[in-house]
């Protein structure tokens, strides 16, 4: 078997925050790290708290301090769900490290445009951060915070911005590589899921490979090998095989979607509230042409973060319902008996519809990303009602 080790890069990068993906328990050193990690952002995220809760915050301030509060802590949270999720991970590493990763295929292709939009609002984000002093000429924060020690001197202001800055980087990274990391999981399976569609719809077609034959007799799920595979027709081996694919790539989708689970459920929550709390904060200041620019990125990375995970879902779901379509296309009517009856039992599983769920309370795909988009609207105009 060949690998690409196509997730280099992710766990890379997790390591820096303190998320240890190896074979080998972590050490002593890197347990301290990661706590370390998390420690700081969720001090970082109780002290932005408190700021938003000080008297004399003005509403929209508090708006953007609650937009900044949830892209930290959030970051946090999904670092320590991938640390605690290590030996799931570690399984869809091994099974989906296959080569064709960086291959030109449309799926891959989609993935990588994807990948590499939202890193660049992430940037961008990161830069306009860091850039907030000079526009404003003084060394102060964008949003509210509060600070044990105070912040009357100009040395703690600067101590105190990189300390944020730093947070901040470490969240916009935390989110960019679990995110990517899990739709790279999805462009993967899909692959899996293309590749066992193209062998069926060949299904029939056993004259164009009549002396298609195993070399090697591989055992069963017991150990044994009574039926020779040499024994069999083309048609036999190839559905056997995809048979044997299906039932492989269903036990991934299925670690993918208990990893998922928690962290798709606070994405919905983060989402829809960032972008109520931006919307708010945008026609709280006045002109909205004037204060759209200003929130811009953090709104196209919030969108685009929540429509990778939809779309990735989505994506699961439309390439195993293609499993029953490329069946019934194939020429199985050419089959021998023993072919089509299993066909049937094929026909009858793939039929089902395959969902990833979060929480038992939505579903990852496109249709929940309308609905948040539907219900941020309708809180906004709720809100902005109130507080008129």
């Given at each position: ?11 890379r ?21 990661f ?25 929209v ?29 570690l ?11 960086r291959?030109?295929?449309y ?27 000079v ?28 300390f944020?800055t ?25 692959r899996r ?10 299904l029939?077609?056993d ?20 039926v ?14 995809c ?9 991934l ?15 919905v ?24 620019p ?12 929540f ?8 994506e ?6 293609d ?32 969902k ?14 309308v ?18």
């Amino acid at each position: 078997m060949e690998y690409e080790d196509i997730f280099y890069r992710h766990t890379r990068l997790l390591k820096i925050f303190g998320v240890s993906l190896t074979a080998q328990e972590p050490g002593w050193l890197s347990k301290i790290y990661f706590a370390v990690v998390v420690l700081a952002l969720a001090m970082n995220s109780c002290f932005q708290m408190v700021g938003i809760l000080l008297p004399g915050v003005s509403p929209v301030d508090r708006a953007k301090g609650l937009v900044s509060f949830f892209v930290f802590s959030v970051g946090g949270f999904k670092i320590y769900v991938l640390q605690t999720k290590r030996k799931e991970l570690l399984y869809l590493f091994e099974k989906l490290d296959l080569p064709g990763a960086r291959a030109s295929t449309y799926m891959m292709r989609k993935v990588r445009a994807i990948h590499k939009a939202y890193t660049g609002c992430l940037v961008l984000m990161v830069f306009v951060w860091i850039a907030y002093p000079v526009l404003v000429k003084e060394v102060e924060l964008p949003v509210p915070y509060w600070w044990p020690s105070g912040v009357a001197s100009k040395q703690r202001k600067m101590v105190l911005f990189c300390f944020v800055t730093a947070c901040l980087a470490w969240a916009c990274g935390a989110h960019e590589s679990s995110d990517t990391l899990f739709l790279l999981f999805a462009g993967q399976i899909c692959r899996r899921f293309d590749s066992i569609n193209d062998s069926l719809v060949t299904l029939g077609r056993d004259n164009i490979e009549a002396d298609y034959r195993r070399s090697t007799v591989k055992p069963d799920s017991m150990g044994l090998a009574i039926v020779k595979d040499a024994d069999k027709t083309r048609d036999e081996i190839l559905l056997k095989e995809c048979i044997r694919e299906h039932v492989d790539v269903i036990k991934l989708v299925r670690v993918l979607d208990e990893v998922l689970d928690i962290i798709f459920f606070v994405q919905v929550i983060q989402s829809t509230l960032v972008c109520v709390m931006t919307f708010f904060a945008v026609f709280k200041l006045g002109d909205p042409l004037d204060s759209i620019p200003k929130f811009l990125p953090i709104l196209i990375a919030t969108y685009l973060q929540f429509y990778m995970y939809c779309w990735m879902g989505e994506e699961i779901s439309f390439h195993s319902d293609d499993l029953h379509k490329a069946v019934y296309c194939s020429q199985w009517y050419m089959c021998n008996r023993r072919v089509m009856s299993s066909i049937v039992v094929m026909e009858t599983f793939t039929k089902t519809h395959f969902k990833l769920d979060a929480g038992h309370l939505f579903r990852i795909g496109l249709r929940t990303f309308v609905l948040v988009l539907e219900q941020s609207f309708s809180y906004f105009m709720v809100l902005r009602a109130i507080t008129k």
